[in-house]
């Protein structure tokens, strides 16, 4: 599983402009032309341009090398080319018609639209095209091996709303199928694979928590995050206290978007105590990053736990490129964390990486 942030060609994002260094200016003359918002994606300037874009991005990073593995791919705020930003300028989230075009359109060129599975509503955001049903599903899949474990993999910025109390970034929909699957007993194993991480924060606009750097450079909560929204976390918290009352199962969470390895147990989120079954929450590592990639370069922050939960952190999270392997069996889920060092690897050494951290997680009586 990919998990976000396949594309990275910000269009109107304040922050990832300013640290392209030229913004939208400098990427016209990489690809050689500017989009046109009013015009259609396919069959018009906009599919030369976005495979000028996206194309590099994408083939190169995976190109044949997973020839032999099925690859699913979630999309995140930078699949719809814009970073989840919020000024009084602009907030680029929900996205808007072009955005959601362009992110379809890559994903229909690219990678992998979700296999059918009956047990996910058919009218999901992405499932259906003129009030018709489709095969496939662009934005809410299933990953699913017998009756042995199935992952859940959604993305939070298709639906997201900025409705303050009642705000949410699955739609409720979505939130209703993913909790029935979560209480559904016919499978052994239930994993959560959403966009965008539990556990930790890096002060993002368009995180769960409303956690933002202050002017002491540390994460806080006594200064209000612009645009944040209330009902945010409040989803967070129905979906955390749905995965940790999976009795008999191992409730685990599986992310991207923080470009960071790391792995926690989250004991509390706010009011709600997990002690009884913890959250085990997982920060896979990015395949690839570029230097000004990590939190700590572009928000000048690592990904710390938010002040909302109580988090015992088993790998705290490592800025390097990295994976994570998870072998399923009856009674246990055992995760093999795996990282490179871009400064100080050779990509050879990638042939015979071993795992920096392994971890057994055993299913709970």
Known sequence: MANGDHVYWDLRSP?????????????????????????????????????????????????TDFRSTPVFF????????????????????????????MARTTQAL???????DAERPRGLAGSTFAGRGLPVSESFGTL????????????????????????????????????????APEVTHVVNAPSNPPGWTAGKWGEWYPDVLGPDGHLTTAVAKPYWQAGWLKQHDR??????????????????????????????????????????????????????????????VGATPPAHLSVDERVKPIEEHGFTLADFTPDSITLRFFKWNVNTQSAEALDTLEPFHTTELKRPA
């Open 239 to 300: 979906l955390l206290a749905a995965m940790s009352g999976m009795r008999g199962r191992i409730p685990l969470s599986m992310s991207g978007d923080l470009h960071a390895i790391g792995i926690g147990h989250i004991r509390r989120s706010g009011t709600l105590d997990l002690s009884a079954n913890p959250v085990v929450s997982v920060l896979t590592g990015p395949v690839g990053t570029s230097p000004s990639g990590w939190p700590s370069g572009i928000r000048k």
């Open 15 to 63: 922050l990832t402009m300013q640290s392209l260094g030229g913004g939208s200016r400098r990427a016209m003359e990489i690809a050689g032309g500017s989009f046109d918002r009013a015009d259609v994606v396919l069959g018009s300037d906009n599919e030369v341009i976005l495979k000028r874009a996206a194309g590099p991005q994408i083939v190169s990073v995976y190109g």
């Open 110 to 116: 690219y990678y992998p639209e979700f296999l059918p």
């Open 144 to 183: 699913r091996y017998g009756r042995l474990a199935e992952v859940l993999l959604y993305t939070v910025r298709r639906t997201m709303t900025l409705a303050g109390p009642s705000a949410v970034f699955p739609d409720g929909e979505v939130e209703r199928w993913l909790t029935r699957r979560m209480a």
């Open 74 to 101: 979630i999309q995140d705020d930078h699949d719809y080319f814009e970073n989840d930003d919020a000024y009084d300028t602009i907030v680029t989230f929900p996205p808007d018609g072009f955005m959601t075009e």
